[in-house]
């Protein structure tokens, strides 16, 4: 599947802030998620609820998708979330602390069936049942601070504990043909850190990364747009292939280089992304 559309920053807004939702009309990143879950206190659940849905009535987003996550079904504010979610329409529908099948068919049937239902991957349960929870979803979003919480593991840029973890969810994510962010970095101040995670979850396949504050989104959009060069010999592969006596060759030497007909693909997608991010200015 070719995902064609950039998330390279998605942005996590507290729905509760309405200045926060204001301004996220105007920011550089691909996708903001409006959020009632972790960023808001319990007694403001309601007006995050009503702010969202009022949010992506109103639109005004530009070409930035726009993404509501809910609580879960199991909080008291789920249920009444994923109904307004429904009827407002965003672009998707976040669903945190997913770690089965069951879970997935339980928010799936709460919505239309053309809602697009994101799921968070943030359980040492969902870790074991990858291979379940691709079906009925667009998207997996890594929820790292989570995941180290139940695995008791400790944390720095470099994420050793979790890099078996975060390279099974990307292979997994891809057999499935899903989209997959990378989850956040909790240091907001820490420029050099932000830039080594961010090359780090490029270099692993994510299709992008989980914000929480403004300042990082152009590390994001750097580290996950593609390079030049990289974009160039893409054009060069499909050029290629597309010559009339390539058209049933399986394997390709270009400019001293050995390439398959399985390189065809990804290299129409690197494309596509690239072209979509140039379109945006």
Same mark, same amino acid.
């Given at each position: ?13 507290? #729905?509760? =802030? ?7 009309? $105007? ?58 979610? #429904? $009827? ?14 069951? @879970? ?38 890594? +929820?790292? =601070? ?35 962010? @990378? ?7 820490? @420029?050099? +850190? ?17 914000? !929480? ?7 994001? =959009? ?18 290629a292939f597309d010559e009339p006596e390539n058209a049933k060759k399986g394997v390709l030497r ?5 390439? $398959? ?9 690197? !494309?596509?992304?690239? @072209?979509?991010? #140039?379109?945006?200015?």
């Open positions: 599947m070719t995902h064609a559309k950039p998330r390279r920053s998605a942005l996590y807004m507290p #729905a509760a =802030n309405a200045r926060a939702i204001e301004k996220a009309r $105007e920011l550089p990143c691909d996708v903001v998620i409006l959020d009632l879950e972790d960023a808001v206190a319990p007694d403001a659940k309601e007006t995050a609820r009503e702010q969202a849905v009022a949010a992506v009535k109103a639109g005004g987003f530009g070409p930035r998708e726009v993404v509501i996550r809910v609580n879960g079904l199991d909080t008291p504010w789920g249920r009444d979330d994923l109904a307004v979610a #429904a $009827e407002a329409g965003p672009d998707a529908v976040l669903a945190p602390k997913v770690s089965s099948a069951a @879970d997935v068919a339980a928010y799936r049937a709460a919505l239309p069936a053309t809602q697009s239902l994101w799921i968070m991957i943030e359980t040492c349960w969902g870790l074991f049942r990858l291979d379940e929870l691709g079906e009925g979803v667009a998207a997996w979003v890594i +929820g790292t =601070n989570d995941l180290a919480k139940e695995m008791r593991c400790r944390l720095d840029a470099e994420r050793a504990p979790l890099l078996g973890p975060l390279s099974l969810a990307v292979a997994a994510a891809r057999a499935h043909g899903l989209v997959v962010l @990378d989850g956040v970095f909790n240091g907001i101040d820490d @420029d050099a +850190g932000l830039e080594r995670q961010c090359d780090q979850g490029a270099a692993f396949g994510f299709d992008g990364k989980t914000l !929480i504050h403004p300042r990082q989104i152009e590390a994001a =959009n750097r580290a996950f747009t593609p390079a030049a060069e990289e974009v160039d010999w893409a054009r060069t592969i499909v050029a270009i400019e001293g280089r050995m390439v $398959e007909r399985l390189h065809l693909e990804e290299a129409r997608r690197l !494309i596509a992304v690239a @072209d979509a991010i #140039a379109a945006r200015g």
